[in-house]
């Protein structure tokens, strides 16, 4: 799966230690609207995030575990056929199992970026820099999002839904707090997630799937 380079980033000019539960008194205009519409208190709904991103995190596993399942299935019947000297059915089994194990790669790689995510999120709760840490990972989930959608669209649409919750959770830490933007810092910051997954991924493909068979040692 390949992620897209993200535009947008955050470094935090202020402490949040006091923000954590109870909000710092906004400015007047802030005020006003959050009397009429007050935002939810952080921390419930960055824990509210990390369970949510748990569950998808075991339904796509619950994707992976079937497409391992599927090629498994696929290479019994390409060396059965190789064996048969049957190559034109050797072939169409190959081109499926070549298909699977690329929809199998996406997978894998979405349940990893999603795990460095949740640490990162759960690392965020105790430190309380929640939009420095945050905002690098929204164009990440937004990848793994579109990526899941031909993989499995509720999740998909899940993921969408949690990338809106931390949307939100940055706009109203940015709004209570000094903020300057730093486009580097976060598309670096998105890049690592990318690279500590991918490195994962590689390793967990070569243990999982093996290389499709030699026709000449099967003749």
Do not use: C
């Not at 202020?14 to 906004?26: H, I, L, T």
């Not at 793994?144 to 931390?166: C, F, H, R, T, Y």
């Not at 949307?167 to 990318?194: R, Y």
């Amino acid at each position: 799966m390949r992620f897209s380079t993200l535009t947008s980033g955050i470094v935090m000019a202020g402490s949040f230690g006091s923000n954590w539960e109870r909000r710092d008194q906004p400015g007047f205009g802030r005020q006003i609207k959050d009397a009429m519409n007050p935002p939810a208190p952080l921390k419930p709904r960055m824990d509210s995030a990390v369970k949510r991103i748990k569950t998808q995190i075991q339904r796509i596993d619950q994707e992976a575990l079937r497409f391992n399942e599927r090629d498994k299935a696929l290479f019994k019947k390409i060396v059965e056929a190789y064996q048969a000297h049957d190559t034109v059915h050797a072939n169409i089994y190959a081109n499926e199992l070549a298909e699977i194990r690329r929809m199998a790669k996406m997978t894998l790689n979405a349940q990893m970026a999603l795990e460095q995510i949740m640490l990162r999120i759960e690392t965020a709760s105790e430190l309380g820099d929640i939009a420095y840490t945050l905002l690098p990972v929204l164009g990440v989930m937004r990848d793994i999002k579109n990526s899941m959608s031909s993989v499995n669209p509720q999740i998909a649409k899940e993921l969408g839904d949690i990338s809106n919750l931390l949307s939100g959770l940055v706009m109203d830490v940015g709004a209570t707090s000094g903020m300057s933007m730093n486009f580097q810092t976060a598309n670096e910051d998105a890049q690592k997630i990318v690279e500590e997954a991918a490195v994962v991924v590689e390793k967990k493909m070569k243990d999982t799937f093996p290389e499709l068979p030699d026709k000449q040692a099967l003749r």
